[in-house]
């Protein structure tokens, strides 16, 4: 079975601060792995995608994410964090087995200034 | 490109009444998604549509039904609804590329409030 975890609901964070935000997956084949940011009252947004070229992935306003097939991970990393980098982020995979696309349950990002 | 398009953008319904949402994909994405977000639930698949045909279904009552047209522009219908339906409807429209979903992208929402 295909699933996403993402470790930890809420992750808060100084200004400047690394920002680290935990996604692994469970799939039985090589899957595509995304990252989506959400502002409020709003649409999802693609940060960034993994699909099978380069693991490290770089994506929108400074965020990157690194797949590590051995750790089954895919965590969304920035340096230095802003205030607006404040949203709900979401982890999702899509594997070809019933062609689906699965999301993981967000991590809400607070930066403290 | 034009992005995905949600009508209407706010609704306020009262309970028994039904429903529907309209959303318009990228041009030439097939594959059309439907989810729920709530604050209590976070974010819930709903169905997917590809090629006017459901081929993905989540765990929701038969109340909640959709369809897709021949243009891949969807509906999806809510009837008889309850207190509990109030939430933002989001739609994601995909391209299939070898046999799976590459990316979802989604529209700004549809905010039901049932009262």
Not at chain 1, 42 to 68: C, D, M, P, R, W
Not at chain 2, 76 to 84: P, Y
Request: aromatic residues 12%; hydrophobic residues 35%.
């Amino acid at each position: 079975a295909q699933s996403v975890t993402q470790l930890g609901s809420h992750v808060s964070v100084s200004e400047g601060a690394l920002v680290l935000l935990r996604c692994n997956y469970s799939s039985s084949v090589p899957p595509y792995l995304f990252w989506y940011v959400q502002y409020p009252n709003q649409g999802l947004q693609l940060l960034l995608k993994y699909t099978s070229a380069a693991t490290l992935v770089k994506g929108i306003n400074g965020f990157e994410a690194e797949f590590k097939k051995s750790e089954t991970s895919f965590h969304l990393t920035k340096p230095s964090a802003h205030m607006s980098d404040a949203a709900e982020y979401f982890c999702a995979v899509s594997v070809r087995t019933g062609n689906q696309f699965y999301f993981g349950t967000g991590t809400s990002l607070t930066v403290i200034p | 490109k034009a992005g995905v398009t949600q009508t209407p953008r706010y609704l306020i319904k009262t309970r028994g009444q039904q429903v529907t949402l309209s959303c318009s994909p990228i041009s030439g994405h097939r594959s059309v998604s439907w989810y729920q977000q709530t604050p209590g639930q976070g974010l819930q698949f709903l169905f997917e549509y590809f090629s006017e045909t459901q081929r993905n279904k989540g765990n929701f009552p038969g109340r909640f039904s959709g369809r897709q047209f021949s243009n891949s522009r969807s509906e999806m219908n809510v009837s008889t609804l309850e207190l509990g339906d109030s939430a933002l409807y989001l739609c994601a429209s995909s391209l299939e590329v070898a046999g799976r979903q590459e990316t979802q992208y989604f529209g700004p929402g549809t905010r039901l409030l049932v009262l």
